[in-house]
Nanobody, 122 residues
Framework: QLVASGGGLVQPGGSRRLSCTAS????????MGWFRQAPGKERKFVAAISSSGGGTYYTDSVKGRFTISRDNANNTVYLQMNSLKPEDTAVYYC?????????????????WGQGTQVTVSS
């Protein structure tokens, strides 16, 4: 089970940190990822982090603004979002990937959180 939190309304240029806490699977074996889905659009990859936390991967549109991290002692993954733009508005989903190969691909992920809404607007 994955439980995401931290979404809300934020002004353009602002920051927000999302959290996702896991239970029910072997956390240390999984890459973790964040995806987002805007209204009327498909779910897209945002960021991923290796099981050890030593590797991080981002889609181009968030590089330099978003940071993914994980706390392996507490089975939690974070997404720190800075310099937010209106086009970042979406429902954000955390997910768990047992393979760590095609981490940007939706189908590789076994477990999904319920999603948390982030709205960037003045």
């Amino acid at each position: 089970q994955l439980v995401a939190s931290g979404g809300g309304l934020v002004q353009p240029g602002g920051s927000r940190r999302l959290s996702c806490t896991a239970s029910g699977f072997t956390w240390d074996d999984y890459y973790m990822g964040w995806f987002r889905q805007a209204p009327g659009k498909e779910r897209k990859f945002v960021a991923a982090i290796s099981s050890s936390g030593g590797g991080t991967y981002y889609t181009d549109s968030v590089k330099g603004r978003f940071t993914i991290s994980r706390d392996n002692a507490n089975n939690t993954v974070y997404l720190q979002m800075n310099s937010l733009k209106p086009e970042d508005t979406a429902v954000y989903y955390c997910a768990a990937d047992p393979y760590g190969i095609y981490y940007s691909v939706y189908d590789e992920y076994d477990y999904w959180g319920q999603g948390t809404q982030v709205t960037v607007s003045s």
